[in-house]
């Protein structure tokens, strides 16, 4: 396995923790202060929605990184 192939599963992992915790909200992390800062900025749902973006992209380049 070389370094791109595990990169790629890293992201794939990272992605599927995102959505888990877009989905969960746990308040450890969602007390953080750049999560707080994204809903003053974006609104709560604006927030999730950033974060499904951020681990959809996550998630293709990880499957990109796979197939490379």
Do not use: C, H, Q
């Not at 992605?15 to 450890?28: C, E, L, M, R, T």
């Not at 900025?41 to 380049?61: C, D, N, P, Q, R």
Request: hydrophobic residues 70%; glycine residues 8%.
């Amino acid at each position: 396995m070389d370094g791109l192939a595990l990169l790629g599963i890293i992201l794939i992992v990272y992605s599927f923790a995102v959505i888990a915790i877009a989905v969960k909200k746990p308040p450890a992390i969602w007390n953080m202060a750049k999560i707080k800062f994204f809903i003053r900025l974006m609104g709560e749902k604006g927030t999730v929605i950033f974060f499904y973006i951020f681990a959809a992209i996550a998630l293709v380049v990880g499957i990109w990184l796979l197939a490379y």
